[in-house]
T-cell receptor
Framework: SAVISQKPSRDICQRGTSLTIQCQVD?????MFWYRQQPGQSLTLIAT?????????ESGFVIDKFPISRPNLTFSTLTVSNMSPEDSSIYLC?????????????????FGAGSRLTVL | QQPVQSPQAVILREGEDAVINCSSS?????VHWYRQKHGEAPVFLMI?????EQKGHEKISASFNEKKQQSSLYLTASQLSYSGTYFC????????????FGKGTKLSVIP
């Protein structure tokens, strides 16, 4: 399966600043996904990023707050803009991945280790 | 619609069995199970598809009741390494990549 590297692994940020998280995959993938995991909570999809097109955002997430770039098939960035303490979360990059036997249109996700952001 | 998991937390002694349940209020195409250890990335365990196909780790078993839109993950003869938070994720349509995750079940295995 794919190997994903995320940077930074953790950061402490000041209110009002922005931070860009990088996600590098060791193989070419069509779709990349950005998730948020608030402390002790589930994983919530922020957006889907396809190379060469605008990211698709889920309800409750907007491009001005979470701009995403996808310049090629192995890399993506997520920026958390104008941060507030409510943005303190783990942000995870993931890719759709084959698991050996291609099951009827079903793919699974491989996740990066996440970027833990604390906003003061 | 977020799937509902139960129980929220469970404590087991090594060697005991556990069942984690996941239910949805809408029709499902597939159910995915992931385990996340503290401070680590979620790791894929099992996928179950409408129609009966499934793929996953040898020591993990699960079921998918399409009519009831429910799935259960069976952990038998638990080991300390089974500790973590288990998430089910559901997909509503064939070809969709959008996983909606439940709130998770925290499993603690003690000696």
């Amino acid at each position: 399966s794919a190997v994903i590297s995320q940077k930074p692994s953790r950061d402490i940020c000041q209110r009002g600043t922005s931070l860009t998280i990088q996600c590098q995959v060791d193989s070419q993938v069509t779709m990349m996904f950005w998730y948020r995991q608030q402390p002790g909570q589930s994983l919530t999809l922020i957006a889907t990023a396809n190379q060469g097109s605008e990211a698709t955002y889920e309800s409750g997430f907007v491009i001005d707050k979470f701009p995403i770039s996808r310049p090629n098939l192995t890399f993506s960035t997520l920026t958390v803009s104008n941060m507030s303490p409510e943005d303190s979360s783990i942000y995870l990059c993931s890719v759709e991945d084959r698991i050996g036997v291609p099951l009827s249109g079903a793919n699974v996700l491989t996740f990066g280790a996440g970027s833990r952001l604390t906003v003061l | 619609q977020q799937p509902v998991q139960s129980p929220q937390a469970v404590i087991l002694r090594e060697g005991e069995d556990a069942v984690i349940n996941c239910s949805s209020s809408k029709a499902l195409y597939s159910v995915h199970w992931y385990r996340q250890k503290h401070g680590e990335a979620p790791v894929f365990l099992m996928i179950l598809l409408k129609g009966g196909e499934q793929k996953g780790h040898e020591k993990i078993s699960a079921s998918f009741n399409e009519k009831k839109q429910q799935s259960s993950l069976y952990l038998t003869a638990s080991q300390l390494s089974y500790s973590g938070t288990y998430f089910c994720g559901t997909v509503g349509g064939a070809g969709s990549y959008q996983l909606t995750f439940g709130k998770g079940t925290k499993l603690s295995v003690i000696p």
